[in-house]
């Protein structure tokens, strides 16, 4: 089983802090990575995607992969108590029955207190 | 608008008695997949589907059967479900299984077997 790893957390951080996000992986044929966020007993939905090594900004988010460390972060400027979930790391391997399987980490809780 | 539907929302049943979750995309997505997700244990997939009539089993496809006779749907059938079978079951689907393909996740289906 190629391994996706998270802190479970609960990771807390102050209303308008930057909260950090961590995900390694064990499968250096890794091609893509994405990130889920998921509300209690909701569905978890995609808020960011990275395929190249660097950084990638959309809005308060920033995803940063570092293919030779294998490790994908999630960094959440400006965080807000509505940032308060579970995040999912993602990752997709080559699988010769499944084509390009996606990995889900166990996931990171986060708090973000008022 | 582009969705996931899964129903029901929530089920209650009793051991042994068959049921059916239904799961129906719009998106004309080739890929489908079921998975559980179980406290402490993750997202984890049952089965998936890379095409109608294309079915495969995932990490935890006992007691559990899929079908894909057309495209836009994948049901998922219980034929004696377990009180181990007691968990959050989401259905997603993707255009396809390539490298970039971004999962979609249905709202989820708590189901509990008594």
């Known amino acids: 089983q190629k391994e996706v790893e998270q802190n479970s957390g609960p990771l807390s951080v102050p209303e308008g802090a930057i909260a950090s996000l961590n995900c390694t992986y064990s499968?250096?044929?890794?091609?893509?990575f994405f990130w889920y966020r998921q509300y209690s007993g909701k569905s978890p939905e995609l808020i960011m995607f990275?395929?190249?090594?660097g950084d990638k900004e959309d809005g308060r988010f920033t995803a940063q992969l570092n293919k030779a460390s294998q490790y994908v972060s999630l960094l959440i400027r400006d965080s807000q108590p509505s940032d308060s979930a579970t995040y999912l790391c993602?990752?997709?391997?080559?699988?010769?029955?499944?084509?390009?399987?996606?990995?889900f980490g166990k996931g990171t809780s986060l708090l973000v207190t008022p | 608008e582009a969705q996931v539907t899964q129903n029901p929302r929530y089920l209650i049943t009793v051991t042994g008695k068959k049921l059916t979750v239904t799961c129906s995309q719009n998106?004309?997505?080739?890929?489908m997949s079921w998975y559980r997700q179980d406290p402490g244990l993750g997202l984890r997939q049952i089965y998936y589907s890379m095409n109608v009539e294309v079915t495969d089993k995932g990490d935890v496809p006992e007691g559990y059967k899929v079908s894909r006779k057309e495209k836009r749907n994948f049901p998922l059938i219980l034929e004696s479900p377990s009180p181990n079978q007691t968990s959050l079951y989401f259905c997603?689907?993707?255009?396809?299984?390539?490298?970039?393909?971004?999962?979609?996740f249905g709202s989820g289906t708590q189901l509990s077997v008594l």
């Open positions: 990275i395929y190249s090594n």
């Open positions: 499968d250096r044929g890794s091609q893509s």
């Open positions: 997603a689907s993707s255009l396809s299984s390539g490298f970039n393909e971004k999962l979609f």
């Open positions: 993602a990752v997709r391997i080559w699988n010769s029955n499944s084509g390009y399987a996606l990995n």
């Open positions: 998106m004309n997505h080739e890929y």
